[in-house]
């Protein structure tokens, strides 16, 4: 498994200043794409134990509210271990920070994942170019849906989290 980048400073994926990671690898090709440099799996650099350390690290600081997973496609088959790995041990040493990841695929095939427990909102569903809007918060297409996880989880329904 691969990495496109680390943003150490991100306020534009999530709520308040949080660490940024975007996988590398994703086979949607969704039209006019916001990251068609992520779509290649061989691209980028390797994600090892050291990659996790590193984001943890950079979350340490006090001002950042939470870790943000983007791609590229975290969730893929290839990708969802690592993803799930990171979002683990983000949550054992920061429980009160946040996590949030964006996929293009949909929150009920992946609800039975690991990897979904340690995520707190999910932003789901591919872009779709024809029901973009630029007023949207957090996703670029009107299909797209941000989900509460945990509260989904125990509800055994799909809640969205509305402005
Ligand atoms: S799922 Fe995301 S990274 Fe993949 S093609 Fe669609 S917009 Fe691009």
Not at 101 to 111: D, H, S, Y
Request: proline residues 4%.
């Amino acid at each position: 498994m691969r990495y496109n980048k680390i943003r150490k400073m991100d306020i534009s994926n999530g709520p308040g200043v949080r660490v940024s990671i975007f996988m590398q690898g994703c086979t949607f090709n969704c039209k006019n794409c916001f990251n068609p440099e992520t779509h290649d799996f061989a691209g980028g650099t390797e994600f090892t134990e050291e990659t996790i350390n590193h984001v943890l690290k950079l979350c340490e600081n006090d001002y950042i509210e939470g870790l943000s997973i983007l791609g590229g496609e975290p969730m893929h088959p290839k990708n969802i271990e690592g993803t799930g790995r990171l979002a683990k041990t983000f949550k054992q040493k920061f429980p009160n920070k946040t996590i949030w990841v964006w996929t293009g695929f949909l929150f009920e095939n992946l609800k039975n994942s690991e990897a979904v427990k340690y995520i707190d909102v999910l932003v789901d569903g591919q872009f779709v170019e024809e029901l973009h809007n630029p007023l949207l918060k957090w996703k670029g297409s009107s299909n797209q849906r941000v989900i509460d996880v945990q509260e989904t989880l125990t509800n055994g329904k799909v809640v969205e989290i509305k402005d």
